[in-house]
């Protein structure tokens, strides 16, 4: 069982950048994969990157210039770095975790955070 966290939501103007962290409940979580969700208004819950536990990280496509995935292992939390961000970007953005471990394929999401709001707004 993993439970997940996430901080860092908030309101930014377009342009400016944020940073998500996703606490996880245990040291273990870098042998999961792991991934950032977002979900906008009206919209459906939209995958955004994903990082496996041999550290190969994927990104939905128009988003890798402007989105950094990656693992703070000192703290064994989840980061999400958005830079560059616009109004679109508008959103509540969720971690996940899968329950199996040490797996290069990611694609079952097993575990989920309660989620941080991003508002990008002049």
């Known amino acids: 069982q993993m439970t997940l966290s996430e901080t860092g939501g908030g309101s930014v103007q377009p342009g400016g950048s944020l940073t998500l962290s996703c606490e996880t409940s245990?040291?273990?979580?870098?042998?999961?994969?792991l991934a950032w969700f977002r979900q906008s208004p009206g919209k459906e819950r939209q995958w955004v990157a994903t990082i496996n536990a041999f550290g190969a990280m994927s990104y939905l496509g128009q988003l890798k210039p402007r989105f950094d995935i990656s693992r703070d292992d000192a703290k064994n939390r989840l980061l999400l770095r958005g830079h560059n961000l616009q109004p679109e970007d508008t959103g509540t953005y969720y971690c996940?975790?899968?329950?199996?471990?040490?797996?290069?394929?990611?694609?079952?999401?097993?575990?989920w955070g309660q989620g941080t709001r991003v508002t990008v707004s002049s």
């Open positions: 996940a975790a899968s329950a199996s471990r040490w797996t290069a394929r990611c694609d079952e999401w097993d575990y």
């Open positions: 245990t040291d273990t979580y870098k042998e999961h994969c």
